[in-house]
């Protein structure tokens, strides 16, 4: 896997391919014409904005928390029933 700072040295279109290997996607959303999917990577995420032929990678900082990465996908994301398990 790997590393998050080396992750962010790479150019855009080796984040995109790398994110499409190794990456997992968590939820997806749209915004402003953007289709936005967030993914983690090696315990990080990261979003790959798209729109038409347009990419965009935004990663987050390692202090950002969790939360608040995930409270635009709040409303899509679904949560297992983990009643089974308790």
């Known amino acids: 896997m790997i590393e998050y700072s ?3 040295r790479l150019p855009a279109g080796s ?3 790398v994110l ?3 990456g997992t996607v968590v939820a997806k959303r749209l915004h402003k014409g953007y289709n936005i999917t967030l993914y ?3 315990n990080y ?3 790959l904005w798209r729109k ?3 990419e965009i990678i935004g990663s987050f900082h390692r202090s950002v928390s969790p939360l608040t990465i995930l409270e635009p996908y709040l409303d899509v994301l679904e949560v297992p029933d983990l ?3 308790m």
């Open 20 to 22: 499409g290997k190794e």
């Open 40 to 42: 983690s990577i090696n």
């Open 83 to 85: 009643s089974d398990i």
């Open 45 to 47: 995420f990261v979003e």
């Open 52 to 54: 038409e032929n347009f």
């Open 6 to 8: 080396m992750f962010n």
């Open 15 to 17: 984040q995109v391919a």
